[in-house]
């Protein structure tokens, strides 16, 4: 399945925008090691709207400084075909080198943040606790009050095709 094309295609029916700010190159979560390309999105339909942060996966973040670290082990341009330069990506960075000689920050897709919206209500912080494996703290109550806001933002603005929503994951 082409899950862009599921995203883009949901989208276009219910007259869906996404739309993405750079935010900066940050930590994301709570207990992040590591920074990643960070986004403010806003997301349209008709007249409501809401926005989240959304943090990009750490193989999609930063591309310039990976470009870079490359160019300091292989010279200038690295053509996408030398094999010691392909596995020097694959072990360093999780990535190829074309994306790395495209050198800029790509924002995230429609998909992208559609696949990660809270579809489901969370109910009670029990319930919550027990689905996700929480065991009860300061932190879990603070992601359970975020999770239920997240859920009633997607309700607002999804209630009556919520089910074809859930269906991008």
């Known amino acids: 399945m082409n899950y862009e094309k599921q995203a883009d295609d949901f989208c276009k029916k219910y007259d869906v925008k996404v ?6 190159y940050t930590y994301h979560f709570s207990g992040d090691t590591e920074k990643r390309d960070t986004y403010d999105v806003t997301i349209t339909r008709g007249e409501k709207s809401f926005r989240l942060k959304y943090g990009d996966s750490l193989n999609n973040s930063n591309l310039k400084a990976k470009y870079t670290k490359l160019q300091k082990a292989y010279g200038f341009y690295v053509p ?5 330069a392909q596995n020097f990506c694959r072990k360093m960075f999780s990535c190829s080198i074309k994306d790395l000689n495209k050198g800029k920050r ?23 606790c027990s689905d996700y494996g929480y065991k009860g703290s300061e932190e879990s109550l603070t992601i359970y009050h975020a999770v239920q806001k997240e ?4 309700e607002m603005l999804f209630s009556d095709c919520l089910d074809e929503l859930s269906e991008i994951a």
């Open 106 to 128: 790509q924002n995230p897709s429609a998909y992208d943040v559609l696949a990660c919206l809270i579809k489901h209500d969370p109910y009670s912080y029990e319930d919550f």
């Open 19 to 24: 739309k993405f700010e750079y935010a900066g």
């Open 80 to 84: 996408s075909n030398d094999k010691g």
């Open 151 to 154: 859920f009633q933002n997607v």
